[in-house]
């Protein structure tokens, strides 16, 4: 149950990341909105045998995380949650598909591990595009933005009291979970049978909790209606950095160097 | 569900799918009279979801261990609409923070997670069973039935959404036998927890699960109607997209050379030089400095493939590897000499 320590630090590694000061970071969250979108969908729109066109869009997790001065291993750790269902559907291909594409050195190499190759660096690329998003952009930030695009106010406030409750009934749960396992000699996990108790005591611990939050913000004069939020203009920064990530990528998926 | 096995035609429309199901959930929301106070409810609930995915259990005779997922606890919880939301933020976060999924597939995950038990599950199958009365054996009934049912049709549109991508070979019979069973035991286990979870809530607090069982109905829509609406949605997007990805030939040339069962790519793609692709392969002809992965000279020299691939992706791999260093050496000189 260690997990659950490591996953609240998951969660706050990420969003001290995105307090920083560089260049990216002090970019229009919507200019890197857009920007990974442009990418995700570029990657994703190649075909199943692309792997040699796909390469150039390495430039963008190396260059993005070397601006932003973000740490790789953090990074990449995290790309390997993704890793198992690629994996296995990728894998499906490299058995199912042998025929073989070409060979380097007498090494054949068949379409299914070409392909199985394609999928693994469009997962990278993809989770990377995502990573550096939030990496980036504080998460008050990016729910502005939210709120700017006219997203709906009742699934920004969701999405933001979400978000900042997860450490705290994380923590709760912790807790909990210690106090099972010190109770319950040296058992790994929680036996099935308690889960009911176990959950059910969570959630209406987190179910109260919630009520006095809410009271507590109306005590302060919260409602839906009247959310601030800062206006903040797209600079000729914003444009360029739009430009430079996106017509190399356009550029790359339309016309074929190689 | 991940970005990597999509193509954007299916992920786009996924995505304009589950967009439309929580537009008009948020509108139902806030056609409740006490829909604002739910909110903070639903921001934590989805947080304890969040919390409950992360406690592993031992599953009793086989020393396996799983979680719970939570789409039909929640919905028992709070009721469908609601339960939809938080489960849709709660999806959102893990694919930002947690690189579960990725952007694009957020929308196949929204809807495989979110929509299937809560808008579509919950109200089918939940509801009608506590029709006659609440009590600790119908609910362990209903949200046994309903988890099962949940997780197979959500399985189900994994393959689908998989299938209908083209990323991978597998053909749907195989495939859906290896989804489907899966998650038969998957859900049967998470109907398990589900019931003992809600059956302690019911004994502990009964009016938590009363009030999202019989409280007034939020919203003034009918269900029917959302549903139809969805589903045009659906397939309007899904033409419009597929339409522009048919005019887009690369990963289609190699689908159609598997449905000929050629096995070189080079062949079929004369054979295959229609309309569409005469145009576009002429426009990659000029375009290409190795046009379509051959050597000019000899269009059949397979060889061509592997040397031009293979010497971009790596001269690629180490180009945009050595630009990462050298910023990130830069910035580093840069600091250094400001801190003295």
Same mark, same amino acid.
């Given at each position: 149950m260690s997990d659950i320590s490591a996953r609240v630090h998951e969660l706050r590694s990420l969003e001290n990341l995105s307090a920083g000061q560089t260049a990216v970071h002090r970019l229009h969250p919507l200019t890197k909105l857009l920007s990974a979108i442009a990418v995700i969908v570029l990657v994703v729109s190649f075909g199943r045998y692309d792997f040699s066109r796909l390469a150039p869009y390495m430039f963008y997790p190396f260059v993005m995380m070397a601006l932003a001065e973000l740490p790789y291993k953090l990074l990449l750790s995290r790309v390997l949650i993704a890793l198992p269902f690629c994996l296995f559907a990728g894998l499906s291909n490299a058995v199912l598909d042998r025929a073989a594409a070409f060979s380097i050195g007498g090494f054949?190499?068949?379409?299914?591990?070409?392909?199985?190759?394609?999928?693994?660096?469009?997962?990278? =690329?993809?989770?990377?595009? #995502?990573?550096? /998003?939030? *990496?980036?952009?504080?998460?008050?930030e990016l729910t502005a933005q939210l709120r700017r695009l006219h997203a709906p106010m009742v699934f920004v406030m969701i999405f933001e009291t979400t978000f900042r409750y997860i450490s705290v009934l994380l923590e709760e749960a912790h807790s909990m979970a210690t106090a099972y396992k010190l109770r319950s000699g040296n058992k790994k996990a929680l036996e099935m049978r308690h889960m009911g108790s176990f959950a059910g005591h969570l959630f209406i611990?987190?179910?109260?909790?919630?009520?006095?939050?809410?009271?507590?913000?109306r005590c302060r004069g919260y409602s839906l209606v009247h959310i601030p939020t800062a206006r903040?203009? =797209?600079?000729?920064?914003? #444009?360029?950095? /739009?430009? *430079?990530v996106c017509l190399p990528s356009l550029l790359l998926r339309f016309v074929t160097f190689w | 569900m991940a970005d990597a096995l999509l193509s954007p035609a299916v992920g786009l429309t996924m995505c304009a799918v589950s967009a439309a199901a929580i537009g008009v959930s948020v509108a139902k929301v806030n056609n409740d009279e006490f829909g604002e106070k739910k909110i903070p409810i639903m921001g934590v609930a989805g947080a304890m979801v969040f919390a409950g995915q992360m406690i592993n259990f031992t599953i009793p005779a086989t020393g396996a261990s799983g979680h719970i997922v939570g789409g039909i606890?929640?919905?028992?919880?709070?009721?469908?609409?609601?339960?939809?939301?938080?489960?849709?933020?709660?999806?959102?976060?893990q694919?930002?923070?947690?690189?579960?999924g990725g952007l694009l597939a957020l929308g196949c995950n929204i809807f495989n997670m979110g929509v299937i038990p809560c808008l579509i599950v919950y109200p089918l199958i939940f509801r009608p069973l506590l029709k006659n009365g609440l009590g600790t054996k119908r609910l362990s009934a209903a949200s046994l039935a309903s988890s099962v049912a949940a997780l197979e049709l959500g399985a189900f549109c994994v393959v689908l959404q998989t299938l209908l991508s083209g990323i991978t070979v597998l053909p749907?019979?195989?495939?859906?036998?290896?989804?489907?069973?899966?998650?038969?035991?998957?859900?049967?286990?998470?109907?398990?927890?589900?019931?003992?979870?809600?059956?302690?809530?019911?004994?502990?607090?009964?009016?938590?699960?009363?009030?999202?069982?019989?409280?007034?109905?939020?919203?003034?829509?009918?269900?029917?109607?959302?549903?139809?609406?969805?589903?045009?949605?659906?397939?309007?997007?899904?033409?419009?997209?597929?339409?522009?990805?048919?005019?887009?030939?690369d990963g289609l040339e190699w689908a159609a050379g598997k449905a000929m069962g050629k096995s070189s790519g080079a062949e079929t793609e004369l054979e295959a030089a229609g309309g569409i692709y005469d145009g576009a392969a002429s426009l990659q002809g000029k375009t290409a400095l190795l046009p379509d992965y051959a050597f000019v000279s000899d269009p059949d020299n397979a060889a061509g493939t592997s040397l031009s691939g293979v010497l971009g992706a790596a001269?690629?791999?180490m180009f945009a590897g050595a630009a990462g260093l050298i910023i990130s050496k830069a910035k580093s000189r840069k600091r250094a000499n400001s801190n003295v």
């Open positions: 054949s190499v068949s379409f299914g591990m070409l392909s199985l190759a394609t999928i693994l660096l469009k997962m990278y =690329l993809c989770v990377m595009a #995502a990573l550096i /998003l939030v *990496a980036t952009t504080p998460f008050f611990r987190g179910f109260d909790r919630a009520e006095r939050v809410h009271a507590a913000m903040r203009r =797209l600079l000729r920064r914003d #444009a360029i950095a /739009l430009a *430079a | 606890l929640l919905a028992g919880l709070l009721g469908g609409v609601p339960a939809f939301l938080s489960i849709s933020a709660v999806l959102a976060i694919c930002l923070f947690f690189a579960d749907f019979g195989t495939f859906a036998a290896l989804m489907l069973p899966i998650h038969l035991v998957i859900g049967l286990v998470e109907g398990a927890v589900t019931s003992a979870v809600l059956a302690f809530v019911y004994k502990v607090r009964p009016e938590i699960i009363g009030s999202a069982q019989y409280g007034k109905r939020i919203g003034v829509f009918s269900m029917k109607k959302v549903l139809a609406s969805l589903a045009v949605l659906t397939i309007i997007c899904s033409s419009a997209l597929s339409l522009y990805a048919s005019t887009n030939p001269a690629a791999f």
